[in-house]
């Protein structure tokens, strides 16, 4: 197996464990996995991610004696920026949304990254490439029509602003990969990663002054886990991307979709009607396609 892909699947599977933990968060005392837990603000669950991330980045980069600040402070920037402002919309979408929902949405990101690097990177897209970006905006009109034909009991009901925002979310992501690929030849995946705390703890730390909930007991340790999981997720994301292609790996990340699916019907009991896993297909089949058709126009040139 490619280290890539590898990468890419390790990060999938930690990246499911942060959901999983920012759901029970966000849920609070209404659920049962670990009753008496408090509702705690998605802002605050980055702000812990943040600190347990900075801490970790700061030693690693000091250990190895490399600057901080790294050396494309201009994309580092946009990357810390756009993923600290995907990461929050994306907590709260959790919160607001079912889990698979939530988790399908933000795949839509490397459609946007096409996009993006059209427009910053100066990269060709295929023609054939812009027909799943539209089947992949097809998947989530379907989702959106859910609470037309939902009855509301056994189903449950989807929330369109935080739909809308996990697109945006989505988006802010796609700019995050889009300058990851950039930094790819001028900074290590540790540099890139530290950047997002780097902003993201002065900001979340003013938002917190007016909400604050103190942590309580197994709080503090589901709070660290989140911090050391998404760090590792983020981590293994940077080094699959330095390590192979997007168009080899992205779609071993959309494994992360259907655990997801699993983890809200099996532990959050989230019952979704069949239009909407249909809408989650179309997004999936989207954004696979749209990943590949670059190496398979590769292949078939290198065949003729």
Not at 103 to 127: D, G, I, R
Not at 179 to 184: P, W
């Amino acid at each position: 197996m490619h280290k890539g892909i590898l990468y890419i699947v390790l990060s999938g599977l930690s990246f499911l464990v942060v959901n999983f933990l920012v759901k029970i968060m966000g849920t609070g005392p209404e659920q049962l996995l670990l009753p008496g837990t408090q509702k705690i603000p998605a802002h605050e669950l980055v702000l812990a991610r943040s600190i347990i991330s900075f801490i970790i980045s700061f030693a690693i980069l000091k250990n190895r004696g490399l600057s901080i600040l790294g050396n494309n402070r201009k994309w580092l920037l946009v990357r810390g920026t756009s993923g600290m402002i995907a990461l929050t919309i994306f907590f709260y979408s959790i919160h607001y949304l079912p889990l698979a929902i939530a988790s399908t949405v933000q795949y839509l990101a490397p459609v946007f990254t096409v996009v993006f690097a059209l427009l910053f990177l100066k990269e060709k897209v295929l023609k054939l490439q812009w027909l799943f970006i539209i089947i992949a905006f097809i998947g989530v009109a379907l989702i959106s029509f859910n609470n037309l034909l939902s009855d509301g009991k056994s189903e449950v009901l989807i929330n369109y602003t935080w739909l809308g925002l996990g697109i945006v979310s989505a988006a802010f992501s796609g700019i995050a990969y889009a300058a990851i690929v950039k930094l790819k030849a001028t900074d290590t995946p540790m540099n890139i990663v530290i950047y997002f705390p780097m902003l993201s703890i002065p900001i979340m730390s003013l938002w917190c002054l007016f909400d604050f909930v103190l942590p309580k007991g197994k709080e503090w340790l589901i709070l660290i886990i989140i911090g050391i999981f998404t760090q590792i997720a983020q981590v293994l994301l940077t080094k699959a991307l330095h390590e192979d292609k997007a168009s080899v790996i992205t779609p071993f990340q959309y494994l992360g979709a259907i655990y997801a699916a699993f983890v809200g019907y099996f532990v959050f009991d989230e019952r979704l009607s069949f239009l909407v896993y249909i809408g989650i297909s179309c997004i999936l089949i989207g954004v696979v396609f749209n990943a590949i058709l670059p190496k398979i126009k590769i292949l078939l040139a290198q065949l003729k």
